[in-house]
Structure formats: structure tokens, C-alpha cells
């Protein structure tokens, strides 16, 4: 056994041959004040570091069977089965392994190395290791987890396929693992950087500009400080209580931001859903087959969808929203702008003030409450608005419209259906045209107007100071001195009336 003690220079141990009660293989100290950083090698075994000493810093390595010597075994501490003895497990490690435990530098080594990298390993090498506060490290396991705590230093992990584990941590952060999951929690630093093949990776209560990228796995970002790019292949993205711009990104998962506050909101899902809500920034929205709905938001949006639909509630701020097939809801909405657009859904807005222009190829449109110029146009639904203040400009090619309580100018053509109208007020014009449908006019009283009406039917109720031609079919001339003109075309009956 003496060749395998001459890799261990300069340094205190104990020795104890995969000691009983999970004790470690041996026990190795420093002097505290010797060591800056850390490098921690093992090719199949994992790492502990933390930095919890006092006087001395502590290297514990841990040795036991691989799986392939029939053992199973967790972190640190491993469970031996009965057919490997004592005495195997040093031979193999005198033939297989390099191992090198000492302070150089500033620097801390802990590295156990395969001799030959082809051939099965028989032995497991985990490190556990206590070190100052004050230490950055570099730390590599081929296939076991790696863990840090309590540091205060850069840290760069990579595991071929472990968890990485970083927690109460202040300086940048490098992580990397072909398969495991990564949790980073309580930790502080200018760049966080973060890489999983194919695990789920969670950050929690952290801040710095933070990057992830997982293959297949969830991401999780809850309760940081800084900007943040989010990527995953097919996984879920969640995020919450976050201080900064976010990019997010996923192939297949859905998409969750609350509470967020940022200059700027990028998610992209290419086929989930997106949600956000309780969040402020510009934002940009896309998803290729999925629903997108955001709720109390400040600032200005643009949501896209290829087939699924937009719910847009209480939000402050300009909106340009677009999907191929889904229905568009936006209620409470307060921005300059407001552009809707269905490839084939139907478009409501509710309670809105703003410039707007919705279109749909299909569907019906429904405006509610709305201050502000609208602009309103479907290739074959009907129109429906309530309550409008400002100007209106509606057109569709098969549906009827029922417009509502309008004060403003108002001009509405429909190709096949019937047109009903209760104007409020007339600033300007109304202009009502429909090519095979009635037109059903109410006009509030006590104003002059510039009449030419004409249809099949003319009947009017109430017409007062008026001068000019009546006939069956038409109706022109002035009411009072005149005023707003007053447009209406129809093949069919007409009623005008006044109140």
C-alpha cells in the first residue's frame, strides 16, 4: 500500500480503507490562510465543496465499488456489498488511479484521475471538501453531482451526468452537465451561466445577468435581480418576482412570467402556450401553436400566435396582436394604439381607450366601451359595437352590424347584411351602405343635418325643420340650417328616426 500514500504530498492524513459508518477513505488538512481557490478532478465520483472552516481546511475522500463491481452507493458514504474486500479497493486504486491532494500556489488540488480512460472503472472517487469563505473554484466530475455552498468567489462546475448544486454562493457562476439537473439557490454574482443536456435547472432567490439553457428540461427563475436569457428544447419556462429584461425561449413547453419588471419581455414557445401577468416592459410575444393571455401589464406589447388565441387584460400600453385562426380578447386596455388581427377567429375589445384597428378574415368583431378612432373590419362575420366615442369605420363581406350608442362619425359598409345604428352624437358624418340588407337609423333630435338617404323604402319618423325632397326612395335636403352630413345607400328598406 505505500505507492498509493506518495501522491499525497506535503499534507496531513488519516487512512481508514473504506472506513466503517460511512467514514471516509482518508482525511487530509490545510492551513486556512494558504488557499485562494479550489480545483476538484474526480472521473466518477462527485464533489462537495463548502466553505465552512475555521482553522483548517478539510479534504475527505470517499472510495467504494462501482456499479460494474455489483455496489450500489448515494453522494458520499457508500454502502459496500460483501464481494469486494478491503484489500481489492486498494490494489485497484494503486493501479487504476492517480491521485493528488495538495495546496500549490494558493490552490487547492483534489484530483483523482483514471489511468486509463478506455477501460471500466472498478472504484468510485468522491471528494468532500471544506475550505475559507473566500475561495473560487473549478470543479470537474465525469459523472457525479457537484455542490457548492457558501463561497465567495467565481465558480466553474462541469459533470458529465450529475446535478449541480450551488447555494448561498457570491461571484459568477459556470455550470455545466450533459444530464442532471441544476439548483441554484441564494447567490450573487455579475454573470450566472448555466447549461443542462437534458435535466431540469431551477434558480431561486439570485441575482446577476443570468443565462440558461436546458435541452429538454424545465426552467425555473424565481425572485432574481438582473437580465436573464432562458432557453429550453422542449421544456416548460416559469417565471416570477424578477427585476430585469428577460429573453425566453422553449421549442414545445409553455411559458409562465408573473411579476416581472424589465425594459424588455422576449418569449418565444414554438408551440405552448404564454402567459404573463403583473408585469411591466415592453413585450414581445410569439408562440406558433399555442394560447397567449397577459393580465395587468405596463407598457407597450406585441403578441403573436399561429393558430391559438389572445387574451389581453387591463394593460396600459400600445398592443399589435396577430394569430392565423384563434379569437382575440382585449378588455381594460389604455394605449395609443391598438391593432388586432384574426387570420380567422372573431375580435372583441371591452373597455378600451385608444386608436384602433382590428381586422378578421372570418370571424365576428365586438367593441364595447371604447374611446378613441376604430377602425374595424371582417371578411365575413357580422359587427357589433356598444358605447363608442370617437370614430368608427367598419366593413365586412357577408354579416349584418348592430352599432350602438356612437358618438362620433361614423361610415359602415356591409356587402351582405343589415345595418342597425343609434348615434349618441354626429361630428362629422355617418356614412351607412349595405348591399343586400336593411338600414335601421336613429339620429338624436334638436340637430341640423345634411340629408341624402336613398333605398328601396324610405320611411322616416319625427322629421322636423326639414327642407328638400321626400320621395319613396329618397330623401334629400337640409334639416335646420344643416349640418353633419348624413349618407345611406341600400337596394332595400330604410327607417330614419330621431330621438
Do not use: W
Request: glycine share 14%.
Amino acid at each position: 500500500m505505500k505507492k498509493i500514500f506518495v501522491v499525497f504530498i506535503g499534507v496531513l492524513f488519516s487512512v481508514n480503507l473504506f472506513g466503517q459508518n460511512n467514514e471516509p477513505f482518508a482525511t487530509h488538512t490545510f492551513l486556512v490562510s494558504s488557499i485562494k481557490s479550489v480545483e476538484a478532478t474526480t472521473s466518477g465520483g462527485s464533489i462537495s465543496v463548502n466553505g465552512n472552516a475555521n482553522l483548517e481546511a478539510v479534504v475527505e475522500m470517499f472510495v467504494s465499488p462501482s456499479n460494474n463491481n455489483s455496489v450500489s452507493y448515494s453522494f458520499f458514504g457508500r454502502k459496500r456489498q460483501n464481494n469486494c474486500s478491503d484489500k481489492e479497493i486498494g490494489q485497484i486504486l494503486e493501479e487504476d488511479y492517480t491521485i493528488e491532494i495538495k495546496v500549490e500556489d494558493g490552490k487547492l488540488y483534489a484530483v483523482a484521475k483514471h489511468k486509463n480512460r478506455l477501460e471500466n472503472q472498478r472504484i468510485i472517487i468522491s471528494f468532500k471538501i471544506s475550505v475559507p469563505k473566500q475561495v473560487s473554484g473549478n470543479l470537474q466530475a465525469n459523472y457525479g453531482n457537484i455542490s457548492v455552498i457558501n463561497l465567495n468567489g467565481s465558480q466553474t462546475l462541469k459533470t458529465g451526468g450529475g446535478a449541480l448544486t450551488v447555494q448561498n454562493v457570491s461571484g459568477d457562476i459556470a455550470g455545466t452537465t450533459s444530464h442532471g439537473n441544476i439548483t441554484v439557490n441564494n447567490s450573487d454574482g455579475s454573470n450566472i451561466v448555466l447549461s443542462s443536456g437534458g435535466g431540469r435547472v431551477t434558480v431561486t432567490d439570485c441575482s446577476g445577468n443570468t443565462n440558461i439553457r436546458t435541452s429538454h428540461g424545465n426552467i425555473r427563475l424565481i425572485n432574481h435581480v438582473g437580465d436573464a436569457k432562458v432557453t429550453s428544447g422542449g421544456g416548460s419556462l416559469t417565471v416570477q418576482d424578477v427585476s430585469g429584461a428577460i429573453e425566453g425561449t422553449t421549442s414545445h413547453g409553455n411559458i409562465i412570467v408573473t411579476n416581472l419588471r424589465g425594459n424588455t419581455i422576449d418569449l418565444s414557445s414554438g408551440g405552448g402556450s404564454v402567459t404573463v401577468t403583473d408585469c411591466s416592459g415592453a413585450t414581445n410575444m410569439r408562440t406558433s401553436h399555442g394560447n397567449v393571455r397577459l393580465t395587468n401589464h405596463v407598457g407597450n406589447i406585441k403578441v403573436t400566435s399561429g393558430g391559438g388565441a389572445l387574451t389581453v387584460e387591463s394593460v396600459s400600453g400600445a398592443i399589435e396582436g396577430t394569430t392565423s385562426h384563434g379569437n382575440i380578447t382585449v378588455t381594460k386596455l389604455d394605449g395609443s394604439n391598438i391593432v388586432l388581427n384574426s387570420g380567422g377567429g372573431s375580435i372583441t375589445i371591452t373597455d378600451c381607450n385608444g386608436n384602433s384597428n382590428v381586422r378578421t378574415s372570418h370571424g365576428a368583431i365586438r367593441i364595447t366601451n371604447h374611446v378613441g378612432s376604430i377602425s374595424a373590419n371582417t371578411g365575413g362575420g357580422g359587427v357589433t359595437a356598444n358605447n363608442i366615442k370617437g370614430s368608427l369605420i367598419t366593413q365586412t363581406s357577408h354579416g349584418s352590424m348592430n352599432l350602438n350608442d356612437i358618438s362620433g362619425s361614423l361610415e359602415a359598409t356591409s356587402s351582405g347584411g343589415g345595418i342597425i345604428v343609434t348615434m349618441q352624437s354626429v361630428s362629422k358624418h355617418v356614412k351607412l351602405s349595405t348591399k343586400s340588407g336593411t338600414v335601421n337609423l336613429t339620429l338624436p333630435d334638436a340637430n341640423g343635418y345634411n340629408l341624402n338617404v336613398r333605398g328601396n323604402n324610405v320611411n322616416t319618423s319625427d322629421l322636423r325643420n326639414f327642407s328638400g325632397k321626400v320621395e319613396n326612395n329618397k330623401l334629400e335636403g337640409m334639416i335646420a340650417n344643416g349640418g353633419a352630413l348624413i349618407d345611406v345607400n341600400t337596394p332595400h328598406g330604410v327607417s330614419l328616426s330621431f330621438k
